[in-house]
């Protein structure tokens, strides 16, 4: 063999380890086709084609085992349709990494492969988990606020509508969309989870299907991927709701039998368990899916968490101050539905304290202009629950409900589209401001300030609501929560936050505290903070070192 034919021959068996890598591997976020290899929190994929005589989707059997330098993961395939099976993984730490699958057909048991998993960059922080009881960190140590917006059925919508919704995101500062797998709403979707055995148009045009629901319809999941990979990319996670009770009889997708909601929770789990984005709810208004009891509910989150094999949260969702028992070992977090917390000082944290998990108010009522009581609430009035709960150390999720003013309005809170109201943007700006400081908010002197919370030794917000005021003599809580609390000379600055006009002034006065007097720390010369007389104040009290 002569030195041409030598470079010739290793040129091919380059070329072959890269379409090899290209075939098996994916790389979300990324551009290059030929890496050799995967991001830590990135996602691997391994395709195996064959063609299978029966029903692919329930007959077959299909896992790998992967296993690191001193770990392993047993994760689960799919079918994927078109004679084409997948297992997909996320490694959760940097590495070389060695998998075998396992499988009840031959011509897919014990494939053998191996990748290089190096370290995450730029905005690739991990997945986000419960940190410090209450709060929420990504993996690699960095805080998260979830403030999240609802958007139940955007990615139903056609796609003109997606891409606005997308749009409106990118630019919205929120961090986490409500959404659902199922559709919902007054839109015929193109694509359904199952296939239909049979479509029929009744006299009016509607279309009834009769669905088979032995099958899953992939390029429906393909769809809901990209869009969650979409979301990834600009910073977002998606809480992604399994079940729902809005068919209201149009595709009976709410009254599927005990088995096939089993087989679709595995089946989603096997999908999306390796996108690092993904928040697991296991129902939106769960009490009223007539036809399911609380311990079909149990078994299925039960399920979605034995076969997540990297513990994504999840919760699940109940209409108005019905609450599910949320110390179950399957929730990390209390996903609520009740206005009633954040309407008044210090009764957000009540919950916190009784389930010791984070607490997301997830529907606190919606900004909008409906006629139902719950989707007309102000600008100011969905301001004003946010900081509510953010100032008791839980969390409140965005919604907006206006009604279509033309072809190309939507309801945001169905549909996506574009954002039409006003609280957004301030939620953007409290979300700004809770990242400026040291951590997450919790109350200073839970029993009796609830206006005064802390977020580090040094650090308060003190949030005035709708009370008016023209100044506010200067004083803080001798209890500071976990932190250190001021001591006799400590020097602070003081900053006014018009949370409504989105505007932070300085105070000019310096103030020192002097001795606690009744459990209170005062200016030792009594000053004042000279204030607008507006509703909607805040202040920003920091120590000077």
């Known amino acids: 063999m002569d030195c041409r034919t030598c470079h010739s021959v290793n040129a091919m ?4 380890r890269l379409l090899v890598l290209q075939v098996i591997s994916t790389f979300p976020f990324t551009s290059t086709l030929a890496q050799s290899a995967v991001e830590q929190w990135g996602r691997f994929e391994v395709t195996l084609p064959h063609s299978f005589s029966g029903n692919s989707f329930k007959a077959v059997d299909l896992s790998a085992t992967f296993v690191g330098h001193d770990t392993s993961y047993v994760v689960s395939g799919f079918y994927d349709g078109n004679d084409t099976f997948k297992i997909r993984f996320m490694p959760q730490q940097s590495g070389r990494w060695n998998y075998t699958t396992a499988s009840n057909v031959s011509e897919l048991n014990e494939k053998t492969g191996s ?22 960190r990504y993996d690699d140590g960095t805080q998260y ?28 500062g929120f961090n986490k969309v409500r959404m659902s797998v199922f559709p919902h709403g007054s839109v015929e979707p193109e694509l359904f989870p199952f296939p239909a055995r049979e479509v029929k148009r009744d006299s009016s045009g509607k279309e009834n299907h009769a669905w088979d629901f032995e099958r899953f319809n992939p390029a429906f999941f393909k769809q809901l991927e990209k869009r969650i990979d979409d979301l990834g990319k600009i910073g977002i996670e998606a809480d992604l709701i399994l079940f729902h009770p809005y068919d209201e009889k149009r595709w009976g997708f709410d009254v599927l039998p005990p088995e096939v909601n089993n087989r679709y929770v595995r089946y989603v789990t096997a999908r999306l368990s390796a996108f690092r984005n993904i928040w697991w709810s296991m129902a939106n208004e769960f009490d009223y899916v007539r036809t399911r009891s609380r311990e079909e509910w149990d078994l299925l989150s039960k399920t979605v968490v034995e076969t997540d094999p990297y513990g994504h949260l999840c919760s699940i969702h109940g209409s108005t101050a019905h609450y599910y028992e949320y110390w179950k070992p399957e929730f990390t977090h209390a996903s609520i539905q ?18 010791a998990k984070p607490v997301i108010y997830d529907e606190v009522c919606y900004e909008g202009d409906l ?23 839980t969390y409140v999720t965005h919604g907006e409900s206006y009604k279509p003013s033309n072809d190309e309005a939507t309801l ?17 700006f409290l979300r700004k401001l809770l990242e400026e400081g040291p951590g997450p908010l919790e109350i200073a002197d839970v029993g009796r300030d609830h206006r005064t919370a802390i977020a580090g030794k040094g650090y308060y917000l003190v949030y005035f609501g709708k009370k008016m005021k ?20 400590t020097r602070f600055k003081v900053e006014i936050i018009d949370t409504w006009e989105m505007t932070i002034e300085t105070c000019p006065v310096t103030f020192e505290v002097s001795r606690p007097n009744d459990y209170r720390l005062h200016d030792k010369n009594f000053n004042k903070v000279r204030l607008p007389l507006k509703p909607y104040q805040a202040l920003r009290i920091t120590e000077i070192p």
Not at 163 to 172: F, G
Not at 338 to 353: I, S, W
Not at 416 to 425: D, I, M, V
């Open 115 to 136: 990748f290089e998993c190096v370290k995450a960059t730029g905005k690739n922080h991990g997945m986000v988990r419960v940190s410090e009881t209450y709060h929420f």
């Open 470 to 489: 023209d100044s506010w003599l200067f004083n803080l809580p001798v209890k500071s929560g976990r932190f250190a609390g001021a001591k006799p000379g």
């Open 371 to 393: 006629d139902r009581r719950w989707g007309r609430l102000s600008g100011e009035e969905m301001s004003y629950f946010v900081w509510m709960g953010v100032l008791g150390g």
């Open 412 to 428: 945001f809170i169905r549909d996506g589209g574009k954002f039409r109201g006003k609280s957004w943007q301030r939620i953007a």
């Open 13 to 16: 068996k380059l070329l072959g």
């Open 338 to 355: 009740d206005e009633a917390p954040v309407m008044d000082f210090g009764h957000a944290t009540l919950l916190r304290n009784a389930y």
């Open 145 to 172: 606020y979830p403030f999240g917006t609802t958007a139940y059925a955007w990615t139903h919508m056609n796609h003109a509508v997606q891409e606005t919704t997308l749009k409106a995101l990118t630019s919205s």
